[in-house]
């Protein structure tokens, strides 16, 4: 019930390249294990003999190797739902995780690997003031397999305060496994959106160009947050950035805003009165490296080359195609730079770039005010993001069903901005936000209003921004105009009652399962009694579901049905994707009744049936009624 152990499966692949690259050595405890002999891999990888490190351009700081070990060190964790804090808990593809985002992009990593279009996050800026996650990867092996496996931990906070000696490197240290993790996660076509200021921008740049590649870089975008610098400053700081990237440029879609009647109305003409209908003009230049010759007019003669820096966005022979048709022309008098013609039907399913983020796009004062609207109070949360921003970015990079996460959800603007988007457009996105439960400081208005963490907050303020967004659907189909105050909404294409604004809380947790191997000098009389059963005594059957959910790598996100079956609780999982009951004294009744079904997976507690022969016969009535079925028992 370990996550992954992805050094591993690098090892193992490096091997099947490389044999000679991979040998035995012994591990910290004496056992022996393959390990990749470096330098041998070095000198298959050159064409001249290697001797030692060479300097080369990289990003390094101090508990790099140690950040690249904790991307792929496996984790015994699991998620615990908790329905209580959940809505619409058996139907909603939404998914909120309380706990280390470390540990929840460990866990998934199994089914959602390739599967998120876009995410975004905030996360600490590290301006001496704010805490960073500690991650101590100079711990023994003793210490981390008790802090991974055994404690109830769900994640620490330290003050980076500008004193520390490795100020700039403990924040690289626990941003690097992160954003390691997440690129995984990111489908062919996904972006992400990383919010910073000046304090590590030029860092996180490279961290990024490192991760992702630099060539990945979609642009950095400037957010006015401000109106003034207050006099913070030499230059008063009224922006932050967003860092973009891809996972593979060549790969993703249109990045832009779909193109509107309103906008072609606005855009388009047809002074000319060309058949072709409506047009309007765009550069037959840009600043990415191709085609260079010399264009020339075929009525005036006159030649004419790129800007500087500059190339043709068609070849030689395109161009000349285009002019024949009249798709590149000269201006009126026939002496201006060729431009291209773009009609307006050719345009309706193309997209229209974002290219300033400089205003109308909301700024911190209202986020601030969207927070005192949704909770009736003061200052709940600091410094959050107003949800017009990521609502923006959601929509120029997603479409129906998209996926979105945020592992820095805060006050969980991006689950407000996602269904206020769908509000909108009967879009279907599902977002997972990952939020860490922080302390709230006992002097803060968050504190006495009654939330104690800051994944409280988090949950209360999805609950009423769903609630919120339903109310002014509802208003809408019914024809009284909403009062809501800075609503997005403008056409409402859904039914309030199929949008889907629930979400699953689920738990970062210890591993359900006890840890029931111990040498004969270990054991003591209360491990002996707590090996009686491999499966720890406060956990439910709905924990065991979602760990045999994360093991077998199924949607988290999938609808659940329990029904009575024989007199036992049967869980359904989108119908027969799997099937599982953790009951006792299961007779082979139940097994014939639930194989009839055809699940794709079963599983079942191993100390769970009725005799030592009914869990003989489980796979022989399995492999009769439904061989296509995978058997499993914990």
Known sequence: MHTPDMTQDNIARIRELFPNCVTE?????????????FDALRQELSNSIVEGERERYRLDWPGKKEAMLAANAPI???LRPCREESVDFDTTQNLFIEGDNLDALKLLQEFYLGKVKMIYIDPPYNTGNDFIYEDDFAENTDDYLERSSQKDETGRLVANTESNGRF????????????????????????????IDDSEVENLKKLCNEIFGEDNSIGTILWKKKTNGNNMGIIPPVHDYIISYSKNINKISDIGYNI????????????????????????????????????????TGQIFYPPEGRYWVFNEEEVKKRISEKRIIFGKTGKSRPVQKVFASERMQGKIRAESWWDN????????????ELFGQGKLFTHPKPSKLIYHLTKITSVNNDLILDFFAGSSTTAHAVMQLNAEDG?????????????????????????????EISKERIRRAGKKIKEELAAKETGVSSTGQ?????????????????????KVDSSNMNDVFYNPDAVTQKTLMEAVSNIKYDRSDEDLLFQVLLDW????????????RQGRDVYLVDENALVACFDKNITEELVQELAELQPLRVVFRDDGFASDAVKINVDQIFRQISPGTLVKSL
């Open 553 to 564: 790598g199924v949607d988290l996100s999938l609808p659940i049905r329990r029904e009575k």
């Open 76 to 78: 015994a964790r699991t």
């Open 486 to 506: 800075g609503s997005l909404l403008e056409t409402a294409k859904p039914a309030a009652s199929s949008l889907d604004t629930g979400f699953r809380v689920l």
């Open 168 to 195: 700039h490197s403990d924040w690289l240290s626990m941003m690097y496994p992160r954003l390691k993790l997440a690129r995984n996660l990111l489908s062919d076509d996904g972006v992400i959106f990383i919010s």
């Open 361 to 372: 796009h909301g700024m911190n004062e209202d986020a601030t005010a969207e927070l005192r």
């Open 25 to 37: 050595a012994k591990d910290s405890n004496g056992n022996l294990s393959l390990v990749v002999d």
């Open 427 to 455: 879009g279907n996105r599902r977002f997972i936000m990952v939020q860490l439960p922080e302390v709230c400081d006992e002097k803060s208005e968050a504190a006495r209003a009654g939330y104690k963490t800051i994944a």
């Open 260 to 299: 509107t009647q309103k906008h072609i109305e606005k855009n388009y003409s047809n002074p000319d009165n060309d058949p072709r209908g409506d047009w309007t003009t765009m550069d037959l230049s840009a600043n990415h490296k191709g085609p260079y010759f010399p264009i020339t007019n075929p009525i």
